[in-house]
C-alpha cells in the first residue's frame, strides 16, 4: 500500500467514525485506535498517539460550540483537571513499559465500560460542604427553566478522574465515559452538564499526555495528519447531524461496533 | 476564549492539512509502513504537521494561562492555585516533548 492509499482509507475511516461519535454523542474517538490496529494493521502505540491527538482536537472544538451554551462548568473542569493531568502524566509515562497484549485487553475493557453507562434519574441534590467551599455547583438552562444544581462526594469524583486521567495516558483516549461516570453518577452533576465539562477537560487531559508521547516516540506524524483532518471534518458533519435528527437507532447499531471491537482487542491481548 | 479556541483549532488544523498535501506530494507512491517494524524517517512535510499538533496541544495551555490571570485578578486565590497548577503540570509534559522532538524527527 502507498502512502496515497494508505491516507486516503485512514482519512476515510477516521471520517466515518468522527461522524458516527458526534452523531451519537458517543465520541468518535475512542474507535479510532482498534480501527488503526485492526484495518491497517497499524502499530497499536502508533495508533494510541493518533487517537489522543484526534482526542484534542475534537475536545477543544465540541468546547467551542458548548461554551456559548452554558453547559461547560469550567471552574469543575479545572478542579477536575487537576485530577486528571496527573494521572495522565503517569499513564502517559508507563506506556512503553505495559506489556502490548495488556495494552490490547485494558483496551478493550475500557471500551466496554463506555458502553455501560446509563444516565440517571435526576433529581435536586444538596451540596456537601467540600462543594460548596470550591464552588462546585452551579445553574443550568433547561430550555428557558434556570435550575441550581448541587455536587456532591468530591473526594471520591477527583479519586475516578485521576484513574481516568491515567487510562487516558495510557490507552490515547478521552476516558469520556468514565469522566462522565464520575461527573453524573458519583458527583450528581446534570447529564448535560457533565458530558460537556467532561468534554471540556478532555482536551486538558490529553494535552497533559501529548508532550510525553513526543518523547516516548509514539507520535507519528504522517499517519495522524489523516486520522486528525477525518475526524475533525467528520465531527463538524455530524454535529451538525446530530441537531437535527433522532439517533437511537444510530447509537445502537454504533454500541454493537463497539462492543464487537471491544471483543476484538480482548481476543488479540490474551492471544498474544 | 470562543475565538482562541476556534481560531487555534483552524491554525492546527490547516498546518496539519499543509504538511500532509506536501508529505503526500513528496512521498505519495512510497509504501506506506505503520507495522511495529521500525517506520523509516519521511521528512518532507513533517515539520508542519508537528507544529500543527503543538499548536494544538498549546492550546489547553493558553486556557489555563488565561484563567489563571482572570482568576488572580478577581482575587480568586484557590481557582488562581488550581489553574496555575494544571498549567504547571501541562507546561511539564510539553517541554519533556518539545525538548526533544520538536525539529527532529524520530533520533535513534
Known sequence: ?272 | MKYLLRIGVCVAALLILLGGIYFLIENGTAPARYGSENVETQKEGIFFINLGIIVLSCIPLICMLLAFIIYAFKKDILYAALSFVVAALLTYSLMIGFGIHFFLSSPK
Open chain 1, 1 to 272: 500500500m502507498t502512502n496515497i492509499e494508505f491516507s486516503l482509507i485512514t482519512f476515510l475511516g477516521s471520517l466515518l467514525a468522527g461522524g458516527l461519535g458526534a452523531m451519537t454523542g458517543l465520541g468518535g474517538g475512542i474507535v479510532i485506535t482498534p480501527l488503526l490496529v485492526f484495518l491497517m494493521g497499524v502499530d497499536i502505540r502508533f495508533a494510541i498517539g493518533a487517537s489522543l491527538v484526534a482526542v484534542i482536537a475534537t475536545s477543544i472544538g465540541s468546547t467551542a460550540i458548548n461554551i456559548s451554551s452554558g453547559f461547560t462548568n469550567i471552574r469543575s473542569g479545572i478542579f477536575l483537571a487537576t485530577a486528571t493531568t496527573c494521572g495522565a502524566i503517569i499513564g502517559a509515562f508507563l506506556i512503553n513499559d505495559v506489556p502490548t497484549s495488556a495494552l490490547f485487553i485494558l483496551f478493550g475493557l475500557v471500551l466496554l465500560i463506555a458502553l455501560l453507562h446509563t444516565p440517571r434519574k435526576e433529581k435536586e441534590v444538596i451540596s456537601s460542604k467540600l462543594a460548596t467551599f470550591l464552588e462546585l455547583d452551579g445553574t443550568i438552562d433547561d430550555n428557558g427553566v434556570i435550575v441550581h444544581y448541587g455536587v456532591r462526594r468530591v473526594a471520591l469524583g477527583w479519586f475516578i478522574m485521576l484513574i481516568a486521567g491515567f487510562f487516558s495516558g495510557l490507552l490515547g483516549i478521552g476516558s469520556g465515559a468514565l469522566n462522565v461516570l464520575a461527573m453524573d453518577s458519583i458527583m450528581k452533576y446534570p447529564f448535560k452538564m457533565a458530558t460537556a465539562t467532561s468534554n471540556f477537560i478532555m482536551g486538558i487531559t490529553g494535552a497533559a499526555s501529548i508532550g510525553i508521547y513526543f518523547y516516548s516516540d509514539i507520535i507519528e506524524p504522517t499517519l495522524i495528519m489523516p486520522v486528525i483532518l477525518g475526524v475533525f471534518l467528520g465531527a463538524i458533519v455530524g454535529a451538525k447531524i446530530h441537531a437535527k435528527i433522532e439517533a437511537k437507532n444510530l447509537r445502537r447499531l454504533f454500541s454493537i461496533l463497539i462492543f464487537l471491537m471491544a471483543l476484538l482487542m480482548i481476543y488479540r491481548g490474551i492471544r498474544s
